[in-house]
């Protein structure tokens, strides 16, 4: 099956710094790419999401770039707030598993003022 | 309702017992996902509905795990002989998309603690 990783586990920034979270994968099947914040005891929502077709998308202050060939894709966040403070996961899914996601072990995102 | 409603949102069981988590999914939504999320980890797949059908279910980790939807709506995750190590976090998600790229849509999650 699917195998996602994900680094750097946690990262601590200043405000107004960027961050870059980054994630492989392994079943070159794969063709969407989501990315997911988790705040402290809720629910996990979708950010942002990329699908193979596309090498970069970007969203305001995120962005998020995929390389098929090396099987990786990268979270940047640019200009962090506070507010970004939060655990994020990578993830990826292909038809052959119905599009179930397959998560990353996330990254504690510490943006200090 | 206006999101994935979770329930019950806290249980405490005893080792060896029986539990059923539910899960209500956004109204229309064809697509039902559990997950189980332990401390400090990704939500990890268990399975997945299209439908009244399980579409996939190659991450129940053994057979105490079933999960229903009978009528292609509400779920309900059954966990038999209840282990110390199901202790999780476990997440319901929907999604409008029939096997497409769409987003899933958690709920706040049942936390699930076997003593």
């Known amino acids: 099956g699917e195998n996602v990783e994900q680094h750097p586990s946690t990262l601590s920034v200043q405000e107004g710094d960027s961050a870059v979270i980054k994630c492989t994968y392994s079943d070159s099947a794969s063709n969407y790419f989501p990315w997911y914040k988790q705040e402290l005891g809720k629910r996990p929502q979708l950010i942002i999401d990329i699908r193979s077709n596309v090498g970069e998308k970007k969203d305001q202050r995120i962005a998020v770039t995929l390389n098929k060939t090396a099987k990786h894709f990268s979270l940047h966040i640019t200009e962090t707030q506070p507010e970004d403070s939060a655990v994020y996961f990578c993830?990826?899914?292909?038809?052959?598993?119905?599009?179930?996601?397959?998560f990353g072990k996330g990254t504690s995102l510490l943006v200090t003022p | 309702g206006a999101g994935v409603s979770q329930t019950p949102s806290n249980k405490v069981t005893e080792k060896g017992k029986y539990v059923e988590l539910r899960c209500d999914p956004i109204?229309?939504?064809?697509?039902l996902y559990w997950y189980r999320q332990s401390l400090g980890q990704g939500p990890e797949f268990l399975i997945y509905?299209?439908?009244?059908?399980?579409?996939?279910d190659s991450g129940l980790p053994n057979d105490r795990f079933f999960a229903v939807r009978p009528e292609g709506s509400v779920s309900t995750l059954k966990i038999q002989r209840t282990e110390r190590g199901d202790s999780a976090v476990y997440l319901c998600a929907s999604s409008l998309s029939s096997g497409g790229f769409g987003e899933l849509f958690f709920g706040e999650g049942s936390r699930l603690t076997v003593l």
């Open positions: 509905f299209q439908g009244t059908g399980a579409a996939d």
């Open positions: 993830a990826a899914s292909t038809i052959n598993s119905g599009y179930a996601l397959n």
């Open positions: 109204s229309g939504h064809t697509a």
